[in-house]
């Protein structure tokens, strides 16, 4: 028997201190006062940027000698059809980070690219150099920029574009593309005191970031896309209480991955100030290490599971920022020290406060690192239906007076990786039923807001998933603040692998700078609760054997409390330096010869059941589901290109459950197997199957506006209904549900019906031992009585129709009725109800909307019939508009795979009666008065895009009510309840448990 235990404290951030949304936990914030700003200093910077997408004309690069037969550069960018070298050169003009360009004329190919060496000799291509501009316009602060779009972040600059099918399938129909972002700011005139350390921290920005301030370059560009970073401002061209200009180019013309990816400032920003002469780095989260050293055996209690004791690693790498030769008055060469707390959930010190053995304050430019062993006693055990998480506070102190804090949180548990009986937590078995997820949206593209993915979150739990798989880069923070908060396991990934193309798209990064984005994410994610394992690498380039070793010590160094894998069972020599092996889209047969071979292996299967649905399109209606469409199917070769011809855009129906419990049954059922990502939880943009459809119609649990898709009946029977309370990896949800039923069809006349046909296919999904079928209360003519197959799916195969009412009603071993579920014949639609999916305490994302200009809700419209009843095929235009208070319509969406309606839109058609509408908050009423007062500095000179910073005390928050409208049918208003509470924010209603 093979094990690899792992006894971790993982940190998350501190949701109990922290003060807004938007500087929300990733910067371990302190201070809820209202009173002077905290000892660090972190201002929301997602308001107000100026946006230009595309490039900005250069006159300085011009299109110069044109060599034939020659060739520079490697790779780049291709763009097809372009025989003309003039047209070639001037694509390279007026792309900025091009500097080199070629056309093949045989092959009527133009490359762009972004190295000019080597230059080689090459027959039949003409090619030549632009030097690259060291300052474009664009850069400059003077440049005029007023005509430009003014935007908020989280932004993706891509997704508004026109959808044409000359563009690439896999970034569903829309182009890829450069952009630019400039924010003027003004940094507070009293941070110039030659002791604060100042920098813009980004949570992401796609694709390739290069920067200047105040037209000086801030260092090289950033390469990785997911990865967070920072940029320092005080020791480059800062000017204090006046006007700054910080540009941005960001290159999204290119990606590594095969589904849209989005662009531009995708994820949070904010502006940080700290003590220069000690300090815990840019991220203060990332300036702390926590984890666990012994826990003693973990024992049960009324409510989870605790042990006797555990000790606690502290590790606080403080840093020097000032120049080398510099100290740091008036504290030069005090004694350095850390002073630790360790706090449990509800607020009672559980360990601490314990002081760190005292250092020399490191030089200018140097660092040093403080660390400590807590003893905690009566330890309270992190677990998936009780994820229990303390806060651990380090504040570092400079000759006894403090400089800088973080506070994270964690949860202790054991964790354990076995080749014979899979996953253990805590030394109990459990089973990962997880899924694989982008991070895109209907309505949001990439810039998927926070409360967005908690409802995410909360909708993956509903069906019984306790496990996430963050495909294919590492995710907006936020993600794992929820994964923590609710008990989600994760698999933290990085998809890059041995540099060059080896993931199958473009990137110029080297092997070396993969190194590092993988170190930014372990250094980023290593203090989460959730985050069981790293992986790095997604199915292609994964037989790279050199790298595999490469990746494992990068994990190792940063962290080394958890296994590595990959999303690919390749060469042996890879899988020797994997701790758990990872399989995608395998058969039962090479699990059971891989475990044979390798039996001191742990394996999971990272990635299977790719099975394709339409939401709202019944089986008997599309019974030979194909990509290109039900009715007339592909064009040539179902295993060619998937070029559509059905221009209804209805390539699927929604029933999947054989598929998917055949596919997941393979790694269920066998013990040895750690658990089963499914591929995808929902729908997402790009790899498309075709024209018209833009989204992948992959989702198991919603499609890409998070309407539940009908296959989330199946994995509710089999995944929580099915599973005991007392197993270890139940979500907390429903706890008394332990049968369930779901109808995936509509109970409409079958197609045909006028040529006579009055069947209908109907399909059940139950746990219960039985289930039989009834038309308005009565047996349904061909809806006897079955028994239900495990992990099964009911099949009625001639249901005679009759307008009305379906119910399908499962029975236990006794005959006793245990779960019922009816579906009803809609009439004429007259109406449409709004409803609030988030904030709502229904789906676990609280009761109010946050007035901190960052918040989004989410409401559903849904077309309804006289009595209320869904109308399944309604299609009408719903428009939303906000009436009155503080809010806008950001986005709109209906979860069509085909839709082709502008992201910005506020009207959207329904898709089978219902459709979304996301509203943001556009006032900052909430965060402390003290941080707005800064906004306002900040902002001093700057018109504002969207958002309002309130900077009355007194000011009264009003709800934000908004229509839908529709020709032809009754409209609705629906009032979102708002507040300046900022502990309704996501985080907040996430460690509540959703309320």
Same mark, same amino acid.
Do not use: C
């Given at each position: 028997m093979h094990r690899f235990v792992v006894c971790l404290a993982f940190a998350a951030l501190a949701p109990a201190l922290v003060t807004s949304e938007s500087m929300r936990v990733p910067l371990g914030l302190v201070g809820l006062t209202e009173g002077n700003p905290p000892v660090r200093e972190v201002i929301n910077f997602d308001f107000a940027w100026r946006h230009f997408l595309g490039p900005v004309p250069d006159p300085a690069r011009k299109c110069g000698r044109m060599e034939k037969n020659f060739n520079y550069g490697t790779g780049g960018t291709m763009h097809s059809g372009i025989d003309d070298p003039a047209e070639c050169c001037a694509l390279c003009a007026n792309t900025t980070r091009c500097v080199a360009w070629d056309v093949n004329l045989g092959d009527k190919a133009c490359w762009t690219k972004e190295t000019a060496v080597p230059a080689v000799p090459a027959s039949g291509h003409v090619a030549g150099t632009i030097p690259a501009s060291p300052t474009p316009p664009a850069s400059k602060k003077e440049f005029d920029d007023s005509a430009w779009l003014l935007?908020?972040?989280?932004?993706?600059?891509?997704?508004?574009q026109s959808y044409g099918e000359e563009n690439s399938p896999t970034q569903g129909f829309l182009p890829r593309g450069e952009g630019w972002y400039r924010k003027h700011f003004t940094v507070p005139s009293d941070w110039n005191d030659g002791q604060s350390e100042i920098w813009v921290y980004f949570e992401g920005v796609f694709h390739v970031t290069t920067a200047w301030l105040n037209s000086e370059p801030l260092g090289a560009p950033h390469p990785a896309g997911y990865t967070s970073f920072a940029l320092r401002l005080d020791n480059s061209s800062i000017q204090y209480g006046q006007e700054n200009v910080l540009s941005l180019h960001v290159d999204a013309s290119y990606g590594d991955g095969w589904w849209y990816e989005g662009g531009g400032l995708f994820r949070h920003q904010f502006l940080v100030k700290a003590f220069k002469g000690a300090n815990l780095g840019a991220h203060a989260g990332d300036g702390v290490f926590a984890f666990a050293g012994q826990v003693s055996e973990p024992k049960p209690t009324h409510n989870g599971l605790m042990a006797d004791s555990a000790s606690l690693h502290v590790y606080a790498y403080v840093a020097n920022g000032n120049p080398t030769s510099v100290g740091s008055h008036p504290f030069d060469a005090?004694?350095?020290?850390?002073?630790?707390?360790?706090?449990?959930?509800?607020?009672?010190?559980?360990?601490g406060?314990?002081?760190?053995?005292?250092?020399?304050?490191?030089?200018?430019?140097?660092?040093?690192?403080?660390?400590a062993t807590l003893p905690v006693a009566d330890v309270q055990l992190w677990s998936v239906p009780r994820p229990y998480l303390y806060n651990v506070q380090t504040e570092v102190l400079l000759d006894g007076k403090l400089v800088d804090i973080a506070v994270v949180s964690f949860g202790f548990r054991v964790v354990e990786f076995n080749a014979d009986t899979g996953l253990l937590i805590n030394n109990q078995h459990v089973k990962a039923r997880g899924f694989c997820d982008h991070s895109n949206f209907g309505g949001m593209g990439s810039a998927v807001p926070d409360r967005v993915n908690?409802?995410?979150?909360?909708?993956?739990?509903?069906?019984?998933?306790?496990?996430?798989r963050m495909a294919h880069n590492p995710p907006i923070p936020a993600r794992l603040d929820f994964t923590d908060a609710l008990g989600v396991v994760v698999m933290d990934e990085n998809r890059d692998f041995g540099g060059g193309k080896q993931q199958g798209g473009e990137t110029p990064e080297s092997i070396e700078q993969e190194h590092n984005d993988m170190r930014d994410l372990v250094v980023r994610d290593r203090n989460r609760a959730s985050v069981i394992m790293w992986s790095f690498c997604n199915e292609v380039g994964c037989d790279n054997n050199t790298a595999a070793r490469g990746f494992r010590q990068v994990a190792y160094a940063a962290d080394g409390t958890?296994?590595?894998?990959?999303?690919?069972?390749?060469?042996?020599?890879s899988t020797f330096y994997l701790d758990v092996q990872g399989f995608s889209h395998k058969s039962g047969d090479t699990f059971d010869s891989f475990h044979k071979a390798n039996p001191h292996k742990p394996m999971i299967a990272s990635e299977c059941c790719s099975c394709l649905s339409q939401r709202g399109v019944d089986s008997d209606t599309c019974p030979k589901p194909r990509p290109g469409g039900c009715t007339q199917g592909c064009r040539v070769d179902c295993k060619g290109p998937y070029t559509g011809d059905n221009t209804d855009g209805v390539f699927y129906n929604n029933e999947i459950s054989q598929c998917t419990g055949t596919q997941i049954s393979r790694s269920d059922s066998r013990e040895f197997m750690s658990g089963t990502f499914v591929w995808s939880g929902f729908d997402y943009f790009g790899e498309s199957r075709g024209w018209p459809q833009t989204v992948k119609a992959r989702g198991a649990i919603a499609d890409i506006a998070g309407f539940y898709k009908e296959s989330y009946g199946w994995l509710k029977a089999w995944w929580l209904a099915n599973i005991g309370q007392s197993d270890a990896g139940r979500p907390n949800v429903e706890p008394d549900l332990k049968f369930f039923a779901f109808v995936p069809e509509s109970w409409v006349p079958p197609q045909g019906a006028s040529k006579g046909k009055s069947t209908r296919v109907i399909h059940v999904?139950? $746990?219960?031992? @039985? +289930? *039989?079928?009834?038309?308005?209360?009565?047996?349904?003519?061909?809806?006897?009585?079955?028994?239900?197959?495990?992990?099964?799916?009911?099949?009625?195969?001639?249901?005679?129709?009759?307008?009305? $009412?379906?119910? @399908? +009603? *499962?029975y236990d071993n006794s005959s006793r009725i245990v779960a019922t579920h009816t579906v009803m014949t809609p009439g004429e639609a007259v109406a449409i109800r709004l409803v609030l999916d988030a904030p709502s305490a229904a789906t676990g994302t609280g009761t109010v909307l946050v007035a901190d200009g960052e918040d989004v809700a989410m409401l559903r419209a849904e077309i309804v019939d006289i009595a209320g009843h869904l109308v399944n095929g309604a299609s009408n235009n719903v428009t939303f508009t906000v009436v009155s208070g503080g809010g806008r319509v950001a986005g709109t969406h209906s979860g069509n795979p085909a839709s082709h309606v502008a992201y910005g839109s506020s009207t959207y058609p329904a898709y089978h009666g219902l459709a979304r509408a996301f509203v943001r908050s556009t006032e900052d009423r909430a965060t402390?008065?003290?941080?707005?007062?800064?906004?306002?500095?900040?902002?001093?000179?700057?018109?504002?895009?969207?958002?309002t910073v309130v900077t009355d005390a007194n000011a009264a928050v009003d709800p934000i009510v908004v229509s839908a409208t529709a020709d032809g049918l009754k409209s609705d208003q629906l009032s979102i309840p708002v507040t300046a509470n900022l502990t309704h924010l996501p985080v907040f209603v996430a460690r509540r448990g959703g309320v």
């Open positions: 935007v908020d972040a989280p932004h993706d600059m891509l997704i508004n005090g004694p350095l020290t850390a002073r630790i707390t360790v706090v449990d959930a509800d607020g009672k010190v559980a360990a406060p314990l002081v760190t053995s005292a250092v020399s304050q490191p030089a200018g430019g140097q660092n040093t690192t403080l660390q908690l409802f995410r979150t909360q909708m993956l739990r509903s069906v019984g998933g306790n496990a996430w958890r296994v590595v894998t990959q999303n690919h069972l390749g060469t042996n020599a999904y139950t $746990n219960a031992p @039985a +289930v *039989a079928l009834l038309v308005n209360g009565k047996p349904a003519k061909g809806g006897d009585k079955q028994t239900m197959p495990f992990f099964g799916t009911a099949e009625f195969d001639n249901v005679e129709y009759e307008a009305g $009412n379906l119910t @399908a +009603v *499962a402390p008065l003290w941080h707005r007062h800064r906004l306002a500095q900040v902002h001093a000179d700057t018109p504002m895009a969207h958002s």
